[in-house]
């Protein structure tokens, strides 16, 4: 038998190199042997090169195709076909298209209340196109209206790092009032500067706006000397008089203001702008003749409008001049009384200066006539808290309390809450009100003039572990603002002479070293046991702040000896934290706070039990039994008929 072998040779051409029986121009069999057919095979490499390369090429066409076909079918779609046959040379600008596609279906998505995966598409669409700015806007807007301001204007912020030129007037505007939903005038400063440098091209209309916002960025934040160095090299405009008399006013230099005012006047004519700052300025300036003579012709100009009479009644009362003060508020009631709309607009400006015998005959003229007296009633609350009278306080917020809260709106609900929580805490030393405020807090997102309310109203009162304890909640989400610096210093200063004036308690640990595991816990344990439950606390505290290397395998045994002494030395406020730090959402240390409470109750000390019970529940909303112990132990008997 004969076996016929085969060469095979691979060539670079083909018909024209060896003489075969080609097969598509990539192979072919010829006669290396004479008399032997097929003894020799030919490969043509170009052919087979060839081949790949038209293969590949259909290949990507076809993927090509595919891919264009599965992004027409979205409902968005900018990445036309010639882009993703061009995808490598074009990948920037379709990733662009990409995020452009994605930012429309975030669009429609929020408008269709899908806001999850609006907010998702919006993010990854601003990720791949970030210069463009109406859905930053949208999603800044839903983070704002979300109670996150830090990260709507970390959004805005990008986009101004992201668009090069100026983002124009509604951009900016929308950024300004988000920060200073926060009083937030470091980020309204650095974003005018932005664009008020040097070389920004910018239209004189939208230069001397931004010059307006920065002067009232500058007023807001007390530093009217920088605002007159501005006014100094700003362009002579009558848009920046306003801000220039109340620059003077702030300086304590109201002569100058007056006499400007009167070179307005001559210009522009006596217009209701004009004559509402020439009756401050001739009140700081003691003319009250020029003052009285301001306010009646601005009453000419504007007789229909009672906000003209309110101001009089305001400036008067401010001048020091009480009787005129009241005949001005009789004569408002005389004209404008028949309304409750138009009595509210005397009394907020009442409650903003603390003028309280006006404002509680705003509250009897209420009742007299019929009107709703809650909305007086905490204008009342809120202008006695300002003035300190505590007891006075409680006794309206208890009013307003006893009131139907049929109709009601959750932020009516939620202010008249937050003012009789802060009045039964300016008025009780205990620590009980203390954690329903902070607990009530908590639940509740402010703008930061509220929580500055709340800080400034605890440390007059004295209650310093609360108002350092909002404030930092209220820094914590505006973490630029500075503006409860001085109420933090001074809490802090007055706890620590607190702790300077009480006794030191002899920690006896000396004898082996300090915050040794067996030491520790037979030293507290033993002042526990002996009733020495100041020295326990003083021993838990203490041993957090060293935090040695066993602690955080002891967290529960420690956290549960400093709630049961912060306890028994009557620091309730201690005991919540305590509990609120133990509790991390297990059964096991959720038992634990449960079981403490339980034993207060049994002693008779349901107040505590309590306390501890809101804490669990707070924690683990869906705890059976705690809910049930709560409902059991602040039961209360069948309320008498509703006050209207």
């Given amino acids: 038998m004969r076996f016929r072998a085969t060469r095979i040779k691979f060539i670079w051409g083909a018909s024209k190199v060896i003489r075969a029986r080609w097969r598509f121009g990539l192979w072919g069999f010829y006669d290396r042997v004479e008399g032997m ?22 290949g990507y066409i076809g993927g090509a195709t595919a891919v264009y076909l599965w992004l027409d079918r979205r409902g968005h779609n900018y990445v036309t076909y010639t882009d993703v046959l061009l995808l490598p040379a074009r990948w920037d600008k379709v990733r662009e298209k990409r995020g452009q596609a994605y930012l429309d279906e975030g669009i429609a998505d929020m408008k269709a209340q899908r806001w999850a995966q609006g907010e998702m598409k919006l993010r990854i669409g601003l990720a791949r196109y970030p210069q463009s700015l109406p859905p930053r806007l949208a999603l800044a807007q839903f983070y704002f209206l979300t109670q996150r301001g830090p990260q709507a204007l970390e959004v805005l912020r990008a986009g101004m790092e992201a668009v090069p030129g100026y983002p124009g007037r509604r951009y900016l ?17 650095d974003a005018c500067a932005r664009y008020l440098a040097p070389g920004v091209e910018l239209a004189e209309k939208e230069r001397d706006w931004l010059l307006q916002q920065k002067l009232n960025a500058l007023l807001g934040d007390k530093q009217p000397e920088q605002a007159l160095t501005v006014l100094e090299s700003a362009p002579e405009s009558v848009i920046f008089n306003e801000q220039r008399v109340l620059v003077l006013l702030e300086l304590d230099r109201p002569a100058e203001a007056a006499a400007y005012l009167e070179k307005w006047r001559a210009q522009a004519g006596a217009t209701a702008q004009i004559l509402r700052l020439q009756v401050r300025a001739f009140r700081e300036t003691r003319q009250p003749e020029k003052m009285d003579a301001a306010l009646e012709e601005l009453r000419r100009l504007q007789p229909a409008d009672p906000r003209t009479l309110a101001y009089a009644v305001i400036q008067k009362h401010l001048a020091g001049r009480t009787a005129e003060a009241r005949a001005a508020f009789d004569d408002y009631f005389f004209r404008f009384g028949g309304f409750s709309a138009n009595l509210l607009i005397i009394a907020q400006p009442l409650a903003e200066i603390g003028e309280l015998s006006m404002l509680q005959e705003c509250v009897q003229r209420a009742a007299d006539q019929g009107y709703d007296l809650r909305p007086y009633l905490l204008l009342l609350a809120q202008a006695q808290l300002k003035a300190g009278d505590w007891i006075a306080a409680r006794l309206t917020t208890t009013r307003i309390d006893a009131m139907s809260t049929k109709g009601r709106t959750e932020q009516e609900l939620n202010s008249a809450r937050l003012a009789g929580l802060l009045a039964d805490t300016a008025a009780n030393p205990g620590d009980a009100p203390q954690v329903a405020l902070l607990n009530h807090v908590g639940t509740q997102l402010y703008p930061f003039r509220v929580y500055h309310m709340i800080v400034e109203t605890l440390v007059r009162a004295g209650r310093h572990e609360a108002a350092l304890e909002i404030a930092a909640r209220a820094e914590r989400r505006f973490p630029r603002n500075l503006g409860l610096a001085k109420f933090k210093e001074e809490a802090t200063a007055a706890l620590a002479a607190r702790r300077e004036a009480q006794p030191k308690v002899e920690l006896a640990l000396s004898t082996q070293p300090l915050f040794v595991e067996q030491a520790f816990f037979a030293r507290v344990d033993e ?45 309730s406020l201690q005991m919540t934290l305590a509990a609120r730090l133990l509790l991390d959402g297990t059964l096991a240390r959720s038992q634990l706070v449960v079981d403490f409470a339980q034993e207060l109750h049994n002693r008779g000390e349901t107040e505590a039990g309590v306390l501890l019970l809101r804490e669990v529940i707070r924690k683990m909303s869906n705890h059976a039994l705690a809910r049930r112990l709560m409902e059991e132990w602040t039961k209360k008997p069948a309320p008498a008929a509703e006050e209207e």
């Fill in 173 to 189: 505007n929308t950024y300004f009032a988000m920060a200073l939903q926060g009083e937030d005038y470091a980020s309204v400063l």
């Fill in 37 to 58: 057919p097929h003894s020799g095979l030919a490969v043509s490499l170009r052919g087979v090169l060839l081949l790949v390369l038209l293969l590949s090429l259909l």
């Fill in 527 to 571: 002042a526990m046991t002996g009733e020495n439950w100041s020295e326990a606390l003083a021993l838990t505290r203490e041993v957090q702040q060293a935090k040695p290397l066993w602690i955080k395998s002891r967290e529960t045994d420690v956290l549960t000896r400093q709630m049961r002494a912060a306890h028994g030395a009557h620091e």
